[in-house]
């Protein structure tokens, strides 16, 4: 890996790596040990000029990259007009006009259903007010969430989580109330013996019998579903589960959320993973690539949903700020004139090209997954048992040759790929021989 020459600006990496110790707690873990000066593309130089190729984009909030240029014109255009001013007090043109745009690329299968949208700062802060607005426009409590599944870290979106380790467990007893959890397919590692339809007929089934026994279709307000579970590992359901649960959903008038949070904004070969699945949803949440860098998250969905809810009920100081607003605005424009869904699809290609190869060389990776550009590789001991392997020692030396992966799953065991869309082959394949240096060791 080169490395690049160049004036050093602010502290050496040692340096801000003991500030850190001092200052920040422990609590906030971290995924390498890389200090980060300066980033570009697809790229990231350390206060020393090392260069890395960056396979995490911000844990997939740079779609477009770092520093897109179109982005950043759009930012610093906004930046001279005014910078904060609260939609709470008066209102702006970013504002509405984002809320504009998400209507016109709203995943509806219904030409004239009519959405509106609230802005929020993460994407965790949007999965709450989703949440708030299915319990007041349906009277009903309860929510339906997976197993396996991430939604965020305040107090509600954390107990939506269904993945009590790690961001759960030291919070187990302070979690609210009415937030059930439901199997979820995982076709590596099923609960029988299935595949493709008959395995999502088998979660549809225990969905139901939920529905059937603990929990009264009357008393659920709203199922929140991600398309393809992020942090859970990218682990893809049976194409019929999503319409099926839908269709349960329509039924029985409970809102369908879509968390399109990771997966969202040409993440997946599609603006939204799930329209590969035909899926209108009732409310659709968002956030990371949305802002291409900058905070913010999004609820967007039907109309009649937000018209239940009074003045004062949403809200947020720097809820949709003008500087995100115009970032997010520009972004959505990037990815429609480049083609960014269709190079998504290029470039998982490649992915799952590479890491096929390498799973026919390699006996540890026991499954390749993923739709698009998120694509992930499962490490096993022994592919009979599916034991879990460690990955934390490739990640490190992946790290140490000049490249930034992350891991995920139920058991860690996942490592995944979170490309900017607008990395170049070049880069790509690059960072792939890294990747496949580091597992065979």
Known sequence: MATVTRERTGLASDAVRELR??????????????????????????????????????????????????????????????????????????????????????????????????????????????????????????????????????YAAMTATGKTKNSRMAFMRTTTPNIAHLPYPYPYRPLAPLEGDDLAELYVRLFEQALDTNLAPEHVAAVIIEPIQGEGGFIVPPARFLKRIAAICRRHDILFIADEIQTGMARTGR?????????????????KSLGAGFPIGAVTGRADLFDALGPGTLGSTFGG??????????????????????????????????FEAMAKSQAGI????????????ELVQDRTTKKPAPVDAIIKRACERGLLVLRAGLYSNVIRTLVPLTITDAQLEEGLDILEGSIDG
């Open 366 to 377: 026991g499954e390749v997954r993923g739709v698009g550009a998120m694509q992930a590789i």
């Open 271 to 287: 603006m939204f993973a799930i329209e590969h699945s035909g899926v209108t949803p009732d409310l659709l949440v968002t956030s």
């Open 21 to 154: 110790e001092r200052f920040v707690p422990r609590g906030l873990s971290v995924g390498t040990p890389v200090v980060v000066a300066r980033a570009v593309g697809s790229e990231v130089w350390d206060p020393e000029g090392k260069r890395y190729l960056d396979f995490v984009a911000g844990i997939g909030a740079l779609n477009l990259g770092h520093q897109h240029p179109d982005v950043t014109a759009a930012v610093r255009e906004q930046l001279e007009r005014y910078t904060h001013v609260s939609a709470q007090v008066v209102t702006y043109e970013p504002y509405v006009r984002l809320a504009q745009e998400l209507d016109r690329i709203y995943p509806r299968g219904d030409a004239a259903l009519a959405t509106k949208s609230v802005f929020a700062n993460s994407g965790a802060e949007a999965v709450e007010n989703s949440m708030k607005i299915a319990r007041v426009a349906t009277g009903r409590e309860w929510i339906i969430a997976f197993q396996n599944s991430f939604h965020g870290r305040t």
């Open 321 to 354: 700020h003008p500087i995100a607003c115009a970032a997010a605005i520009k972004t959505i424009e990037v990815i429609e004139r480049d083609g960014l869904a269709a190079r998504a699809t290029a470039i998982g290609a490649t992915l799952r090209r590479r």
